[in-house]
C-alpha cells in the first residue's frame, strides 16, 4: 500500500470524479475537503482529521477506518456505498447518516451513543462493542432523505455487541438478524421501545424470536 498522503491538504480542496487505490492516508489531515463521485479502494484511514469533511455520492470498498473522529463526516449525502470496510476504534457519536448502503461492513469497538443511522441500508453487518440511543429503520424517507432501498435493515449480526439504554428498530424485519451472545431481541430491548414488523406496531412483548 502506498503511503503519499502525510500532510495538510488545502483548505476545501475539491475532488470529482477521482479513484484512489490503494492509498494510505494515516496522519493526514484533509482540511474540510469536498469529495463528489469519488471512489476509494483498498485505503487505509488512520489518525486522519476529517473535519468538516464532505463527501457526495462517494463509494469506499475494502477500506479501513482506524482511531479516526468521524463526527464532522458527512456519510452518505446523495447515496455512496461501503463495501467491505471497516470502522475500528471510531468516533460516531450524533453523526447523522443520509443514505449510505453499508454491505459486509463491520463498526468495531466504535463510540456509536446517539448516532443516527436514518436512511441507511444495512446488509450483512457486524457491530462489535456497546450501543446507546440508537433507532434502527427498515423504512425512512422525508424531504432531504430519499434512501436508493426500499427495505433499510436486511440483516445485521449483533453477537458481539452490546445494548445499551434506548436501543429500539423500527419496521425492521429481525429474523435475519443475530442478537447479542446468549440473548434475544425480545429481553433486550427496553419496555419503552418498539418494533415494526409486517406493517404493524409490536411492543416490546410481541416482539418475535429470531429463527
Known sequence: ?????TTTWKLKTEVSNRIYSGEDFSGTNFNSPIFKNTSFENCFFSNCKLDDTR??????TDCTFSKIDLRGLSIGAHGGIYLNCNFDGCD???RSFFSPEFINTTFSRCKLKAMEPQGSYFEN???IGKLEDITF???FENDYIKPRKKELFHSVDFS???FGDFVSFEDCDLSRSTPPAG???EELLSPGSATRVGGRLLTTGELF???
Open 160 to 162: 458481539d455487541a452490546i
Open 1 to 5: 500500500m502506498k503511503k503519499e498522503y
Open 55 to 60: 463527501i457526495y455520492d462517494c463509494n469506499f
Open 125 to 127: 453487518c457486524k457491530f
Open 92 to 94: 460516531l457519536r450524533r
Open 137 to 139: 429503520y427498515g423504512h
Open 209 to 211: 424470536r429470531p429463527a
Open 183 to 185: 440473548k434475544s431481541f
